[in-house]
């Protein structure tokens, strides 16, 4: 019985392990993805401001990359 209950345990642990690492992993790719997509932007031609996509809905300009502050360069 000590071995079943040895075995669940890693079983268990190997789990949570490859839990936390999912978890990081999909926080750490969604969080950069998501903000190209989903972020409010505003047209550099006609100003008008875009809540969704990455064209303008008003003059059809396609969004220009404007880098946020990068503190880390
Ligand atoms: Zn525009």
Redesign the pocket.
């Known amino acids: 019985m000590i071995f079943l209950w040895i075995i669940t345990s890693l079983i268990l642990i190997s789990l949570g392990l490859i839990f936390v690492a999912v978890l990081k992993h999909s926080t750490n790719t969604s969080s950069t993805e998501n903000e190209d997509d989903l972020a409010e932007w505003i ?1 550099q ?4 401001h875009v809540q969704l996509g990455n064209e ?1 809905i ?4 396609k969004k220009t990359v404007v880098k946020k502050h990068n503190w880390a360069n």
């Open positions: 047209c031609t006609c100003g008008f303008c008003y003059c059809g300009e």
